[in-house]
């Protein structure tokens, strides 16, 4: 079982937003901001999209944000494209006894 | 530009070892901490090791502790886990993964290299 815990799939429409959630504790989510977010491809490595929470590296598009409040840090797609029909992996910081702990993943579909 | 090259997967019955290696290039490695993490098949991302810059620092997940070694190469920009004791559950594709000077979080990737256990 996966520490940080993730919606197993979400789907949208093109031109919608969509949120994924990611809920952990106190020891990680919920009690410091390094709370980063992946978009992986089939057969490809993962890409950090959101880092920090809510900060984004240099060429990823504006339609990817974070946010965090509590436990559960979320990731929202606006303008849902074609290309963004990937799996999102979120992962933070933990006092627990691993270093960075992943979420399960979610599967974005764009209908 | 950042390349991250990861080599040495295969397969290897239960019980044995296997040392993954992966080249850096297009960066200054030894300022960045370097972390392996593993994708079973049709699995999740897991956090396996990291090691820091001059691997002062050193970290291992608890499915791995005592099994695995992660060690680096400063002058031959390069990344190496020893893996002693294989099981059939560390089969899996393996990144190596280059942490961002933000701190926990993978800025690059490599392509992955597969390992697999089994008899």
């Known amino acids: 079982q996966s520490a940080l815990t993730q919606p197993a799939s979400v789907s949208g429409s093109p031109g919608q937003s969509i949120t994924i959630s990611c809920t952990g504790t106190s020891s990680d989510v919920g009690g410091y901001n390094y709370v980063s977010w992946y978009q992986q491809h089939p057969g490809k490595a993962p890409k950090l999209m959101i880092y920090d929470v809510s900060k984004r590296p240099s060429g990823v598009s504006n339609r990817f944000s974070g946010s965090k409040s509590g436990n559960t840090a979320s990731l929202t797609i606006s303008g849902l494209q074609a290309e963004d029909e990937a799996d999102y992996y979120c992962s933070s910081y933990t006092t627990s006894s691993t270093y960075v702990v992943f979420g399960g993943g979610t599967k974005l579909t764009v209908l | 530009e950042v390349q991250l090259v990861e080599s040495g997967g295969g397969l290897v019955k239960p019980g044995g070892s296997l040392r993954l290696s992966c080249a850096a290039s297009g960066f200054t490695f030894s300022t960045y901490t370097m972390n392996w993490v593993r994708q079973a098949p049709g699995k999740g991302l897991e956090w396996v090791s990291s090691i820091s810059s001059s691997s002062s620092y050193i970290y291992y997940a608890d499915s791995v502790k005592g099994r695995f070694t992660i060690s680096r190469d400063n002058a031959k920009n390069s990344l190496y886990l020893q893996m002693n004791s294989l099981r059939a559950e560390d089969t899996a594709v393996y990144y190596c993964?280059?942490?961002?000077?933000?701190?926990?979080?993978?800025?690059?990737w490599g392509q992955g290299t597969l390992v697999t256990v089994s008899s």
């Open positions: 993964a280059r942490e961002g000077y933000s701190h926990f979080e993978f800025d690059y």
